[in-house]
């Protein structure tokens, strides 16, 4: 009975298996999940823990991948963000710099030891502060990412506030930084609590919760933080064991990491299907960003996610899509109400233009190395997915909508008002429906 099940696929998949920040498509996937289950995740934090991990090859810590039946090549999975909670009680952050002799050519994906030589190597913790990662070989301290100004911030018991801390309280939630961090069991992170900075004292800070990471797997090994076009653009003729050409960075990435603080609790998102099963991830939780992230990282957190996924047959691009909570949409890309829609009527019959077309907000996410080159993705996808051109899509996106900035230094969502009939055609028009309440 359980072989006919798992055939078929279960209903519901729990993850709390983690990748060593690499996301390959030869290593083994959980489940499989059923077309329409459910995936509930507790995710380890991401960015400045893996960071200062030197064994691990990439900027997170993501889970693996899970397998969706009938997910297949040229599909994508649409994942419907039932929940967001964060678990951790406490975080650190801060900008970064990358001090020199500790990796071989990217500090995210090949940290190594200078004293010994060590191309990922083992570390232990001693005490707190910036010296606190040690090699195991040699004991000398291993940091590739050091913090310029940072803070420690924790959490009020609802979730809904942070305030940063002094430095004797950030000394001692470093003293027990696994606790405080709420690291998964299966996590092999240090904590980067363990680092209590305290640049930034007494600072309230509101929570809203995101995923910085959540995608399909691309179809080559890629470090997961470069799973995108800004980031992936370091791997393009790297000195280790994964560089690649940007031929090869174009057609093997998916764009899972996108740190835009749209893709929370309620958000509806497509991913693009490059190998078989699709190999659904996710991580790199947020308890709240600005737009751009503008000091390269957040407050990371673990936390527990519930997902549903279902396959959508032949999706036509490449890359994400996005359809936020109606408050997450920009002013202009937001559906017009019936007040507004009555005005229209009134002005469209004054001038003979015949029936107002239907709308619907969508986002189409763009990456690259720079903004300007992601706007361009990201305005060609668009075209491509409801069969338009890239000038007709510019000007919906002016006059209907907005670019907007997840990630400095590429990546961007290009939000607009849809004729509701191209959505249908690509099989998104009922999820923009469902999504914004429409007819």
């Not at 077309?35 to 993501?62: F, K």
Request: glycine share 12%.
């Amino acid at each position: 009975m359980l072989d006919k099940v798992k055939a078929s696929g279960y209903r519901s998949v729990v993850v709390n298996e983690y990748t060593n920040s690499v996301i390959d498509p030869e290593a083994r996937m959980l489940g499989p999940v059923e077309d329409g289950g459910t995936i509930i995740a507790n995710t380890a934090p991401g960015c400045w823990g893996p960071m200062i991990t030197p064994s691990l090859r990439g900027g997170h810590e993501v889970t693996r991948p899970v397998e969706v039946v009938g997910a297949r090549v040229g599909d994508g999975l649409v994942v419907r963000i039932r929940d967001i909670t964060v678990t951790s009680l406490a975080t650190a952050s801060g900008h970064d710099s990358s001090p020199e002799g500790f990796c071989l050519g990217d500090p995210y994906v090949a940290a190594r030891c200078p004293q010994c030589d060590t191309l990922w190597p083992a570390t232990h913790i001693e005490g707190i502060g910036q010296d606190s990662v040690r090699c195991d070989a040699c004991n000398q301290p291993v940091k590739p990412f050091e913090i310029v100004h940072g803070y420690t911030v924790a959490f009020d018991d609802s979730r809904h506030v942070g305030v940063t801390l002094p430095p004797a309280a950030a000394e001692t939630v470093g003293h027990d930084a696994d606790h405080y961090a709420a690291l998964p069991d299966g996590s092999h992170q240090h904590s980067v609590l363990h680092y209590a900075p305290a640049d930034m004292p007494a600072t309230l800070i509101r929570m809203r919760p995101f995923l910085g990471q959540l995608g399909s797997c691309p179809s080559r090994a890629l470090p997961d933080s470069h799973n995108a076009g800004d980031f992936g653009a370091f791997l393009v003729g790297a000195p280790h064991d994964y560089s690649i050409t940007q031929a090869e960075l174009v057609e093997h990435k998916t764009d899972g990491h996108l740190d835009i603080d749209a893709v929370r609790a309620g958000a509806i998102l497509v991913a693009p299907v490059k190998v078989n099963g699709g190999g659904l991830y996710l991580g790199d939780m947020h308890a709240g960003q600005g737009d751009g992230e503008i000091a390269g990282h957040t407050m990371d957190v673990a936390g527990s996610v519930t997902l549903q996924v279902e396959v959508l047959k032949d999706y036509p691009i490449d890359g994400p899509v996005l359809f936020p909570l109606v408050e997450d949409l920009p002013p202009m890309a937001r559906p017009f109400s019936d007040e507004e829609k009555a005005r229209g009527e009134r002005l469209a019959n004054r001038w003979g233009t015949g029936p107002i077309e239907p709308t619907a907000p969508i986002s189409v996410i763009g990456t690259a190395a720079n903004l300007n080159d992601a706007i361009d993705n990201g305005l060609e996808r668009a075209a491509r997915l409801l069969g338009l051109s890239v000038p007709e899509v510019r000007n919906r996106a002016t006059v209907n909508g907005a670019i907007e900035i997840g990630r400095a230094p590429g990546v961007i969502q290009v939000t607009f008002l849809a004729p509701l009939a191209r959505l249908d055609a690509v099989g998104l028009g009922d999820y923009a429906r469902e999504q914004y309440g429409l007819e």
